[in-house]
């Protein structure tokens, strides 16, 4: 953090400098929350090359996560909530054109290297880290109160040592000084002795029982503070990471962050040195023994027992603490881990929770995929795969943001090395990637081996949607680590459990999670009609694999379109809040029902596979209550012409006196039109005298279809049955036609000569001007 921290020490004229090179494109608060390691990027090579710019990007929104978590561990709601919104606007602006933000950074060190070389002052280099954090829970508070008083044990123990070492080291020159002289000899004889000699004995006697006693006492607390240690290592091992690793299961599926390490290095670090120390003084009453020894001796009968266990806690500590950090992703989706597609890179972090600087770069790490054999591989029925990439690293502590021990695979490639006659489906097929290692360390060696969370591995990219639901419903339902044979027979989830999961896939990209009115509504495409959908079951079949009732595609095809349509097309509104989405038509029918006339909500197609969004609003002038809707819901084709802002604003019907108007004119609940959809507008289009032949690019399009106030004398059921009525979700495209001005008055005039009467009323859905129609 050398460059940041100096850049802070400057005087005020330089500090005003540096304060206009960060805008909402690079917020200065990340460039403060991640210093070390956004100096550590090669960014200008990045904004050269869109690949490694495609990597940095995946990694730095790695590295706000990690940061968020620490956040999270602190409490500090303000740095959470900067950093969640300086993420999704990251994503929003520069997932598909991440060269850009590169160059931006690159620029931005670029300057800051500028104003150090030409201040007058500056300070010394430094570092500065980020507070540990607080524990924050009555159980972690237990659990640090024990690592000190195992720390404070281990510290008494060496005191101790060093009393036995002193009173042996008495005892063994007071025994030597009497066996040279040979008064020793002479008792053993039987001889009689003086009385100085019989005294000197006599102390040497009480010499040995005083240092029997502290033999034995040591041993005792020795297996005391072993037992200790073993428990405070059950709470690290099998509670704390094993929280932590569920936390990152759910972080991998959309849910919270909360997936920082540093505590647990901290815990974890502190309990194995302690361990290394108790070890040392263990060796020393080997010594010791060797030295003095006597019959009885509680060293001899109570060293090799001691020796074993703190062996074999240090090495299940060892093992324990190699994780995987980061799960295996490909840089294009950083969204959706877990899934990885022959041939294209991906990238993956392992972590030692154990700091010792003398490990650093002593640790290859060696990555392998399914690493059990062909014939399992075959027997369970799945294809095998191999590393095309570089699969092997050394563990570093320069990589990482904190000085850990850590190794970051950047260009892992899959490619198929066996194909077998499978069970599952390509999409269901789980494999475990696997990093081996060898530590030595004083004088122990020991093999460390992880595992990935399992993956799918893809050929083709359409793939994706089926191998998401997957990683979604594993990792939902199941906490086991190696459970590659999952889908042979899914459990089955419960509706809670799928709507928070649901709830997440919008959470984690968007400002907003799902409502319980919405994943209501989702409910009830899932599971039918019922009063509580708390505890109802739901199948893999029914959540991805089979058809919804009345329509040629399944649910999860149906809800991942959508996802897409709002991270890509409809984002601003929906953090706005301005989209209802998942309603039903009774729902709707009810809340707009007592609203004023041109009162409109927006929300999902549920007959469109692709994903789709259309208005419905309180209809105007009709003889009773009724809904209208957009003739065609607006898909992604459609809204990547013209935004769907643009599209509410200048949505316009005819009514029967010939004159263009607005149905849309309050966002439920009462928001006007204007102030709700006018900011996302680009400016107004061209006049139309300017505009050229309907048929290019710069025609106004508009969309025809009947006025309502046609049919007002037919019962809506009549017009719903028949698929006239407007709003009907009949699929009929024939009413809907784009055209010019020019083509417009001419079919009106044409249809008003052949058929006088109510069909003069024509409904316009939309006017696209030229640079409205360009692509956004």
Excluded at 246 to 271: F, H, K, M, V
Excluded at 368 to 393: C, H, M, Q
Excluded at 425 to 447: A, M, N, P, R, S
Excluded at 497 to 520: D, H, M, N
Aim: glycine fraction near 4%; hydrophobic fraction near 40%; charged fraction near 20%.
């Amino acid at each position: 953090m050398a460059q940041w921290n100096q850049l802070q020490q400057l005087e005020t004229r330089y500090l005003e400098q540096l304060y206009h090179l960060y805008s909402d494109s690079f917020p200065m608060e990340l460039r403060q929350f991640l210093a070390p390691w956004i100096e550590s990027q090669d960014w200008a090579y990045a904004a050269n090359k869109e690949s490694h710019a495609t990597l940095v990007f995946h990694n730095l929104l790695g590295e706000i996560d990690q940061q968020y978590s620490r956040f999270l561990q602190e409490n500090n709601v303000l740095y959470q909530h900067n950093l969640r919104r300086i993420k999704q606007h990251l994503q929003s602006k520069y997932l598909e054109k991440p060269m850009e933000i590169a160059r931006i950074v690159a620029r931005c060190l670029w300057e800051e290297q500028r104003l150090l070389q030409t201040a007058t002052t500056a300070a010394q280099d430094g570092t500065a880290s980020h507070p540990s954090g607080t524990v924050v829970t009555e159980k972690q508070q237990i659990l640090e109160h024990n690592l000190q008083d195992i720390r404070k044990r281990v510290q008494d123990m060496e005191q101790k040592m060093k009393m036995l070492e002193n009173l042996q080291d008495d005892f063994d020159f007071n025994y030597k000084t009497l066996k040279s002289q040979g008064e020793l000899s002479q008792d053993m004889n039987g001889n009689s002795q003086a009385a100085a000699t019989r005294q000197k004995m006599s102390q040497l006697e009480q010499m040995l029982s005083a240092l029997d006693q502290l033999r034995r006492q040591i041993v005792t607390e020795m297996a005391g503070l072993l037992s200790a240690m073993d428990f405070v290592q059950k709470n690290l091992t099998d509670d704390e990471l094993a929280d932590w690793k569920r936390r990152q299961q759910i972080a991998c599926i959309g849910g919270p962050p909360n997936i920082c390490l540093d505590r647990l290095e901290t815990w974890i670090t502190s309990l194995a040195e302690s361990q290394l120390q108790i070890r040392q003084q263990i060796k020393k009453l080997e010594e010791l023994q060797q030295k003095v020894s006597y019959k009885g001796d509680p060293i001899i009968q109570h060293r090799p027992a001691l020796e074993e266990k703190i062996v074999d806690l240090f090495r299940n500590l060892m093992k324990s603490a190699f994780v995987v950090e980061r799960q295996p992703c490909m840089p294009m989706h950083p969204d959706r881990p877990l899934v990885i597609k022959t041939g294209v890179q991906f990238t993956n972090k392992v972590r030692l929770l154990v700091k010792f600087p003398e490990l650093n770069y002593q640790l290859k790490i060696k990555v392998i995929i399914d690493k059990e054999s062909g014939d399992v591989a075959a027997i369970r029925g799945s294809r095998k795969f191999n590393i095309l990439g570089t699969n092997t690293k050394v563990m570093n502590m320069e990589e990482s943001n904190n000085g850990s021990l850590s190794a970051e695979f950047k260009h892992l490639v899959s490619g198929c090395l066996l194909v077998s006659i499978a069970s599952l489906i390509v999409t269901e097929e789980l494999h475990l990637i696997t990093f081996e290692t060898e530590v030595y360390h004083q004088g122990l060696k020991i093999d460390l081996e992880t595992h990935s969370l399992p993956v799918v591995v893809i050929s083709n990219i359409c793939q994706m949607p089926n191998a998401w639901a997957s990683i979604l419903w594993y990792n939902m339902l199941t906490n086991h680590p190696k459970n590659v044979n999952f889908f042979t027979k899914p459990p089955v989830g419960t509706w809670d459990q799928v709507a928070e999961v649901l709830s997440w896939q919008f959470s984690s990209t968007t400002k907003r999670g799902l409502t319980i009115e919405q994943l209501t509504t989702l409910a009830e495409k899932l599971l039918g009609p019922c009063v509580n959908y708390s505890g109802c079951q739901i199948t893999w079949a029914k959540f991805c694999k089979e058809n919804m009732v009345g329509k040629g595609f399944s649910f999860w095809v149906w809800l991942d379109n959508i996802i897409d349509l709002v991270k890509k097309y409809i984002l601003a509104l929906w953090n706005e809040g301005y989209i209802l989405g998942f309603i039903s038509k009774e729902r709707e029918r009810a809340i707009l029902s007592p609203k004023p006339p041109g009162t409109f909500l927006l929300r999902f197609s549920e007959s469109s596979k692709e994903g789709a969004c259309w208005a419905g609003w309180r209809s105007v002038g009709l003889s009773r209550f009724s809904i209208v809707h957009v003739n065609l819901p607006y898909t992604k084709q459609q809204l990547n012409s013209m935004s769907f802002a643009e599209i509410i604003m200048g949505y316009k019907i005819m009514d029967a006196t010939n004159i263009l108007v607005s149905p849309l004119v309050y966002l439920f609940p009462e928001i006007p039109k204007e102030d709700a959809f006018g900011k996302y507008c680009r400016p107004e289009a061209a006049p139309e005298a300017e505009l050229g032949d309907p048929c290019s690019s710069e025609s106004i399009l508009t969309c025809l279809r009947r006025c309502p106030s046609v049919f007002m004398d037919f019962p809506d059921s009549e017009l719903l049955g028949n698929g006239i009525f407007p709003g009907t979700n009949s699929g009929n495209t024939s009413d809907l036609f784009p055209m010019s001005p020019r083509t417009l008055d001419s079919l009106m005039h044409n249809e008003a000569e052949a058929n006088p009467g109510p069909l003069d009323s024509l409904t316009l859905d939309m006017e696209l001007s030229s640079d409205v129609a360009s692509p956004m």
